[in-house]
């Protein structure tokens, strides 16, 4: 018993570690102008990409761990850092809205710079033998939900901070990048 509450408590502190991505860029990101239906289709996107990308990751296992767990966190730096210095740009444009919005491709790009970290996560986990379904069940739900705490937070920012929320939200995502890059 002790064995399995230890386990869950392992994967639930790996969850959240995973999930500050998700929570940190959906702070940057929520100082858009985002409806309630797009935070919630964002944050169940983010979570459905934390199951599957460390159910790849698992999958994979043992023979590519060392190779890809450093390309996918310099892939998902350089993301979020080309993400941060578009909203940042676009905060200083006459224009209404950024080039990259967390709507349909953008979506895409903004869940993928957030999840390639659990996909390093799931090949040292799938050499370890972690229990499949726990752990990517719980790497999605938790970084589900604290995308949504993010990107609700980032909405009350943005209505405080008014037309520089934008640069910040930005420079919020630039700097997670550069601390990808950087500082892993």
């Known amino acids: 018993m002790t064995v399995m509450v230890g386990e869950w408590m392992t994967l639930f502190l790996m969850a959240i570690a995973l999930g500050m991505d998700a929570f940190s860029v959906g702070l940057g990101m ?63 444009k006459k224009e209404d809205g950024p080039l990259i919005t967390p709507v349909g491709m953008g979506l895409f790009v903004f869940a993928l710079s957030v999840s390639l970290d659990s996909f390093s996560v799931g090949l040292s986990l799938g050499i370890y033998g972690a229990r499949t379904l726990l752990t990517i069940l719980m790497f999605g739900a938790v970084s589900m939900l604290l995308t949504w705490m993010g990107l609700f937070f980032g909405r009350k920012l943005q209505g405080w901070l008014g037309s520089y929320s934008e640069a910040l939200g930005g420079s919020i995502l630039l700097g997670f990048g550069l601390k990808l890059l950087f500082f892993t």
Do not use: D
Not at 61 to 78: C, D, H, P, R, Y
């Open 30 to 92: 929520g100082m858009i102008k985002l409806r309630v239906r797009q935070i919630f289709y964002i944050g169940v996107t983010i979570g459905v990409f934390h199951v599957v990308m460390p159910l790849i990751g698992m999958s994979i296992g043992k023979v590519l761990s060392e190779q890809f767990g450093s390309i996918a966190t310099l892939i998902g730096g350089l993301l979020l850092i080309m993400l941060g210095v578009q909203m940042m740009l676009s905060s200083f």
